[in-house]
């Protein structure tokens, strides 16, 4: 019980501050401690995703623009770790009041829906540029 009540919390406070990082980086880097550090812009940092930074060129490695986008920027690494932090803490909550991992699969099912749900909207229906440039090579 000790033991799922340290996890909970030690997670939602790791997923607080992910969470802070991922947004000064997005909305406010001029004015942070981050500021002047590369990797950390999000200004030019979205270019590690792709060969020599152009979006023409293809994807740097295999997955910089879907499931590894975690390893090319602060944002995306930060907003990673606050979601399974912050999922990993209320699953561990409702553990101590239910006592079945079913509750636990649930969430990991949950999330993998949630994280194709945005994938979807983000790179297809929400992006006018991928259907422009579709346009524009035929």
């Given at each position: 019980m000790v033991y799922s009540i340290t996890i909970s919390v030690l997670c939602?406070?790791?997923?607080?501050?992910?969470?802070?990082?991922s947004n000064?980086?997005?909305?406010?880097?001029?004015h942070s401690v981050f500021k002047n550090k590369a990797w950390f812009n999000p200004k030019t940092s979205w270019r590690n995703k792709y060969k020599k930074g152009n979006p023409l060129l293809g994807e740097k490695f295999k997955g910089s623009?879907?499931?590894f986008v975690l390893f090319t920027?602060?944002?995306?690494?930060?907003e990673f770790v606050f979601r399974i932090t912050f999922a990993t803490s209320f699953i561990f909550a409702t553990l101590l009041l239910t006592n079945s991992l079913w509750f636990?699969?649930?969430?990991?099912?949950?999330?993998?829906v949630f994280a194709g749900v945005f994938h979807l909207?983000?790179?297809?229906?929400?992006?006018?540029?991928?259907?422009s440039v579709k346009t524009r090579q035929t």
């Open positions: 939602a406070v790791i997923a607080g501050i992910a969470r802070a990082v000064k980086v997005l909305f406010h880097y001029d623009t879907t499931i920027d602060a944002f995306h690494l930060f636990a699969f649930g969430y990991i099912v949950i999330y993998l909207f983000f790179t297809f229906i929400f992006n006018r540029q991928t259907l």
